[in-house]
């Protein structure tokens, strides 16, 4: 039994679409305009375009790390990975944004689902960390900006809380 890629699945499919401990990423975007994913509180804070965009980075980042192959988006360092704030009359743009997202998650997934015990405790390219430590970080990453997100929201006074 794959006790732990099950339970990696779970906390993917939990952050991404169940409301369990925390809002998904589903709840956290429903709703959100191009305008709202754009806004940033008084510029000292990313935006959720912003964030969004910085998941997209690092889940396509440490799938290739699992896949072993070289990511071909580079960031010169992490404050690149997020990106411009967006545009807020780009309803277009901030559509397949999220879009993307998903897709990457979804990709996510079929990587995870090829993970037996052996594959989790090994090392993933030049680095003495396990893909099993590396999809731990990954999964709090998210979480992490999935409450930013929420906060953003509140912020904007458009979060309607999480249904539960």
């Given at each position: 039994?794959?006790?732990?890629?099950?339970?990696?699945?779970?906390?993917?499919?939990?952050?991404?679409?169940?409301?369990?401990?925390?809002?998904?990423?589903?709840?956290?975007?429903h709703g959100v305009t191009a305008a709202?994913?754009?806004?940033?509180?008084?510029?000292?804070?990313?935006?959720?375009?912003?964030?969004v965009n910085h998941m997209i980075f690092w889940n396509e980042d440490v799938i290739h790390r699992i896949n072993g192959t070289e990511n071909p988006h580079n960031a010169d360092d992490n404050d690149e990975t997020f990106g411009i704030p967006g545009d807020p009359e780009d309803k277009k743009g901030w559509a397949q944004t999220v879009q993307r997202f998903y897709e990457v998650m979804n990709n996510f997934k079929t990587v995870i689902e090829d993970l037996d015990d052996e594959k989790l405790k090994a090392t993933y390219a030049a680095n003495s960390n396990s893909i099993e430590r590396l999809l731990s970080n990954i999964m709090m990453h998210d979480a992490y900006h999935i409450g930013q997100i929420v906060l953003l929201r509140k912020l904007q006074s458009s979060w309607n809380g999480v249904d539960w």
């Amino acid at each position: 039994m794959q006790v732990v890629t099950n339970m990696f699945l779970e906390q993917l499919d939990m952050h991404c679409y169940k409301n369990e401990w925390f809002a998904s990423m589903d709840q956290a975007l429903h709703g959100v305009t191009a305008a709202e994913a754009a806004w940033t509180s008084s510029g000292i804070s990313n935006s959720i375009w912003q964030i969004v965009n910085h998941m997209i980075f690092w889940n396509e980042d440490v799938i290739h790390r699992i896949n072993g192959t070289e990511n071909p988006h580079n960031a010169d360092d992490n404050d690149e990975t997020f990106g411009i704030p967006g545009d807020p009359e780009d309803k277009k743009g901030w559509a397949q944004t999220v879009q993307r997202f998903y897709e990457v998650m979804n990709n996510f997934k079929t990587v995870i689902e090829d993970l037996d015990d052996e594959k989790l405790k090994a090392t993933y390219a030049a680095n003495s960390n396990s893909i099993e430590r590396l999809l731990s970080n990954i999964m709090m990453h998210d979480a992490y900006h999935i409450g930013q997100i929420v906060l953003l929201r509140k912020l904007q006074s458009s979060w309607n809380g999480v249904d539960w």
